[in-house]
């Protein structure tokens, strides 16, 4: 094929009808064979109707499940992985910065969290619940009365710190990775034209790292979800999307723990995709410097 050819070609690829188009053959085949699997005489798997049913009415209360409604549940789940994931930023950024551009920082913190870094997040629940108890944040604003405000009454300490264990070593080890990769020839430029310790930090260091900082944010909401989904199920959470996916399980209503799966991966791909646009405006000067 000539290059005309080709470059018509790699346009049409690239517009949004055929990306669009490309995009939904999965999905489209995924959901015919869960039609044709959900249409067996077992009926143990729901029908991508009932599914949708659910998925409609967000705001209607399941009748046989503990738990609150798909959309009470899923603002739930959302606000504890926002303050846990948070968290996680606004600490393993400046760590990792602090330890990618100081050698002395980075000799003092890694050893400690190379130790702790490949503990399981799941596995600390028992140890965190132990820690912190079923407090939560309505119950350290309003003691006794923490029943009266209902939402902050559900963001239970212990999840919030599983979740910010989770997210932050992936946090720190690609902001310190592109703290510590900037190219020396910067730093030697900076300096020679008199640049001093804080204006090489915030002009230089900073923004080459900006492209690594949001891997690794990308990365660490990511594993904030895989987190926030498996502590809901531990004993003793009484709401969110994994304890609906738990309840709907032990009472034979999948349609709405398939529903709960659905939102889950619903906002994990639009988070992803504010985070890719980030990412990739972040590292836009290292494109144009190639």
Known sequence: MSA????????????????VALGAVLPASMLAIWALASGKPSGILPTPLEVADVLAHPFREPPNLDCRSLF???GISILRVAIGFSAAALTAVPL???AGWWKWAHRI???????????????????????????????????DRAWEHDLLSHL?????????????????????????????????????????????FSRVVLPSSLPSIFTGLRIGMGLAWMVIIAAEIFPG???????????????????????????????GLGANSL??????????????ER
């Open 109 to 143: 913190v890694s050893p400690l969290l190379e130790l702790f870094r490949p503990v399981c997040p799941i596995a600390l629940m028992p140890l965190a619940i132990l820690l912190f108890g079923l407090s939560s944040f309505g119950s350290l604003l309003w003691g």
């Open 275 to 288: 985070m890719l646009k980030a990412t990739s405006r972040a590292g836009r000067w290292e494109a144009r």
């Open 72 to 74: 009470h549940s899923a």
């Open 237 to 267: 959470t009484r709401s969110g999307l994994g304890y609906m996916i738990l309840t709907a399980h032990q009472v034979d209503q999948y349609e709405y723990a398939f529903a709960a799966i659905l939102v889950i991966g619903a906002v």
């Open 156 to 200: 239970q300490i212990a999840m919030v710190f599983i979740i910010w264990w989770g997210a932050f070593f992936p946090i720190f080890l690609n902001t310190a990775a592109g703290a510590s990769g900037v190219r020396s020839l910067h730093m030697e430029a900076a300096r020679m034209l008199g640049a001093g310790p804080w204006f090489i």
């Open 4 to 19: 005309p050819g080709r470059g018509k070609v790699k346009r049409m690829a690239d517009s949004l009808p055929v990306r």
């Open 96 to 98: 990792g910065l602090l």
